[in-house]
């Protein structure tokens, strides 16, 4: 695996145009873990989405680890998937935490991505093992890093102003 600035690209014109499947997911589990803590989540938008891809890859240390962590797990497949769906799993977690932020909001995304994971199945016969982590792993990412959720629209009421 070689990346250089052309391959991040590619990386992350790929990212951009699986919205027709990463957005979906990312609301469906907005909407699941919406009703399990009973709160409204709004949804996320395509237009969201695609700025949120953009924001990621402007980064140019995030963008590299993220076009990896893809790149690997579009390609990672396992015979009969098990023992190596620790890989997998372990890859997505990460990214999916890459792409929420820094903590709490990576913690989160780490959390998320293993809902998302157990609601999302790719092709045993068409997919590599990695395919669904990685939709998994974007659409937890995503959806953390967005808004929409309640208690991010506000400061912390734990904020504590500066003595000096």
């Known amino acids: 695996m070689q990346l250089t600035p052309h391959t991040v690209g590619e990386e992350r014109d790929w990212v951009r145009d699986r919205a027709d499947v990463v957005v979906p997911l990312i609301n469906a589990v907005r909407t699941d873990l919406g009703e399990l803590f009973g709160t409204d989540v709004n949804e996320v938008t395509l237009d969201q989405y695609e700025t949120a891809v953009e924001e990621v890859f402007a980064d140019g240390d995030l963008a590299v680890n993220v076009a990896a962590l893809v790149q690997i797990l579009r390609e990672v497949d ?3 998937d098990y023992p190596g769906f620790v890989v997998d799993e372990l890859l ?3 990214l999916a935490g890459m792409l929420a932020g820094n903590q709490p909001l990576r913690l989160l995304g780490e959390a998320t991505f293993h809902y998302a994971d157990v609601i999302t199945h790719g092709d045993p016969d068409e997919d590599a ?5 990685l939709d998994a792993a974007l659409a937890a990412g995503f959806q953390t890093r967005l808004p929409g959720w309640q208690w991010k629209a506000g400061e912390s009421p734990f904020s504590i102003e500066r003595t000096d």
């Open 78 to 80: 396992v015979t009969d």
């Open 92 to 94: 997505g977690r990460e």
């Open 129 to 133: 093992a990695g395919a669904d982590d």
